[in-house]
């Protein structure tokens, strides 16, 4: 089935350093979502991505959407503490049949070293 | 503050117990899921109710029963797990399943199982 791809799986910087993950998928992509999820936590809906070649910020965090629709980014700017979590980008994927259900990446571990 | 609210957070059962996961929402969303995630991975799909309905089933064992009793309302029944089952299971709303992939869902804090 759908598979989205994700790099890499774990990033340890210093704090006020930038960090970037990465997703990709094979086929093309309806829309993407970006969730974060803290130790011990709940994933946490962050964005969701739908036009081709879309650059959406928050604040520290920018989200863009491959002119394709087949990859995605999301970077943070000077990381603070506040940013530790896993971040996964999820994408329809096919679940047989006519159905769709969201698909997760296997998640970028972000470490900072304060 | 999440807007999805799980019982029990823990839970820790033998292979003969019976016991049922729940969760409620009260955003109006008509699409809820239940997920299974095991440490260090994503979460993965076991069930996805619409409008009150079944609507995907992804190969999940008998020993997991889930029910809708009402829009706001999903339970999770568990008999005779396994130790292998031991996981977070997360429930999911969404404002409704659309085409299937294309909606935010908001995620509740989970129940940590534990299976002796």
């Known amino acids: 089935g759908q598979q989205v791809m994700q790099i890499p799986q774990y990033q340890h910087v210093q704090e006020g350093e930038d960090f970037t993950t990465y997703c990709n998928s094979s086929?093309?992509?309806?829309?993407i979502q970006w969730y974060k999820q803290r130790p011990g936590g709940h994933p946490v809906f962050l964005i969701q991505?739908?036009?081709?070649?879309e650059v959406k910020k928050q604040k520290r965090l920018t989200f863009q959407f491959g002119e394709a629709k087949k990859n995605s980014s999301l970077h943070i700017t000077a990381t603070q503490t506040t940013d530790v979590g896993t971040y996964f980008c999820?994408?329809?994927?096919?679940?047989?049949?006519?159905?769709?259900?969201?698909?997760f990446g296997k998640g970028t571990l972000l470490t900072v070293n304060p | 503050d999440t807007e999805v609210t799980q019982t029990p957070k823990h839970l820790v059962m033998g292979m003969t117990n019976k016991k049922s996961l729940k969760c409620e929402q009260h955003?109006?969303?008509?699409?809820m899921y239940w997920y299974k995630q095991k440490a260090k991975k994503p979460p993965e799909l076991m069930f996805v109710?619409?409008?009150?309905?079944?609507?995907i089933n992804e190969s999940v064992p008998s020993r997991f029963s889930p029910e809708c009793p009402n829009s706001s309302l999903l339970n999770l029944h568990l008999h005779a797990l396994q130790p292998e089952d031991s996981a977070l299971y997360l429930c999911?709303?969404?404002?409704?399943?659309?085409?299937?992939?294309?909606?935010?869902?908001?995620f509740g804090d989970g129940t940590r199982l534990s299976i002796l």
């Open positions: 999820a994408g329809p994927g096919n679940s047989g049949g006519s159905n769709y259900k969201l698909t």
């Open positions: 991505l739908v036009k081709s070649g």
């Open positions: 999911a709303s969404s404002q409704d399943y659309g085409t299937g992939g294309d909606q935010p869902q908001h």
């Open positions: 109710y619409s409008y009150e309905k079944l609507s």
């Open positions: 086929t093309t992509l309806s829309n």
């Open positions: 955003m109006g969303h008509r699409a």
